[in-house]
Protein backbone atom coordinates (compact mmCIF):
# COMPACT_ATOMS: atom_id res chain seq x y z
CA UNK A 1 0.00 0.00 0.00
CA UNK A 2 1.65 3.53 -1.06
CA UNK A 3 2.27 5.71 2.50
CA UNK A 4 3.07 8.60 0.56
CA UNK A 5 0.77 11.07 -0.03
CA UNK A 6 0.25 12.61 -3.83
CA UNK A 7 2.32 16.03 -3.04
CA UNK A 8 5.29 13.76 -2.33
CA UNK A 9 4.89 12.11 -6.00
CA UNK A 10 4.21 15.12 -7.57
CA UNK A 11 7.48 16.92 -6.51
CA UNK A 12 9.28 13.52 -7.10
CA UNK A 13 8.36 13.26 -10.65
CA UNK A 14 8.48 16.77 -11.61
CA UNK A 15 12.21 15.95 -12.71
CA UNK A 16 11.04 13.11 -15.05
CA UNK A 17 8.49 14.81 -17.35
CA UNK A 18 9.09 14.38 -20.87
CA UNK A 19 11.70 11.14 -19.92
CA UNK A 20 11.22 7.15 -20.47
CA UNK A 21 10.06 5.94 -16.97
CA UNK A 22 9.38 2.53 -15.36
CA UNK A 23 6.26 3.09 -13.37
CA UNK A 24 5.65 0.24 -10.25
CA UNK A 25 2.03 0.09 -9.22
CA UNK A 26 0.62 -1.95 -6.12
CA UNK A 27 0.79 -5.92 -7.32
CA UNK A 28 4.06 -5.53 -8.97
CA UNK A 29 2.87 -4.22 -12.19
CA UNK A 30 5.48 -2.15 -14.21
CA UNK A 31 4.74 -0.06 -16.87
CA UNK A 32 7.40 1.78 -19.22
CA UNK A 33 6.61 4.72 -21.24
CA UNK A 34 7.37 8.35 -21.41
CA UNK A 35 6.06 10.58 -18.94
CA UNK A 36 3.56 13.01 -20.60
CA UNK A 37 1.24 14.87 -18.04
CA UNK A 38 1.59 14.89 -14.18
CA UNK A 39 -1.85 15.79 -12.70
CA UNK A 40 -3.00 16.11 -8.70
CA UNK A 41 -4.63 12.93 -8.77
CA UNK A 42 -2.57 10.58 -11.57
CA UNK A 43 -0.47 10.67 -14.78
CA UNK A 44 -0.24 9.74 -17.90
CA UNK A 45 2.60 7.92 -19.80
CA UNK A 46 2.79 8.06 -23.83
CA UNK A 47 3.40 4.06 -24.82
CA UNK A 48 3.97 3.84 -28.26
CA UNK A 49 1.84 7.03 -29.04
CA UNK A 50 -0.98 5.35 -26.66
CA UNK A 51 -2.13 7.39 -23.60
CA UNK A 52 -1.75 5.26 -20.06
CA UNK A 53 -2.97 6.47 -17.17
CA UNK A 54 -2.09 6.09 -13.65
CA UNK A 55 -3.61 7.24 -10.22
CA UNK A 56 -1.14 8.42 -7.83
CA UNK A 57 -2.44 6.55 -5.39
CA UNK A 58 -1.33 3.31 -7.19
CA UNK A 59 2.33 3.89 -7.45
CA UNK A 60 4.96 2.39 -5.11
CA UNK A 61 8.20 3.59 -7.61
CA UNK A 62 8.99 5.98 -10.18
CA UNK A 63 12.56 5.06 -11.60
CA UNK A 64 14.31 6.68 -15.21
CA UNK A 65 14.31 3.95 -17.84
CA UNK A 66 18.11 4.04 -18.64
CA UNK A 67 18.76 2.13 -21.68
CA UNK A 68 22.53 0.38 -22.62
Do not use: H
Not at 27 to 42: E, K, T
Amino acid sequence: MNTFSNAYWLEAIQNYLGQMVAVQQEGNRVQQGILAVICPDYIVLDVCQTPFYIRIEKIVSVMPFLKK
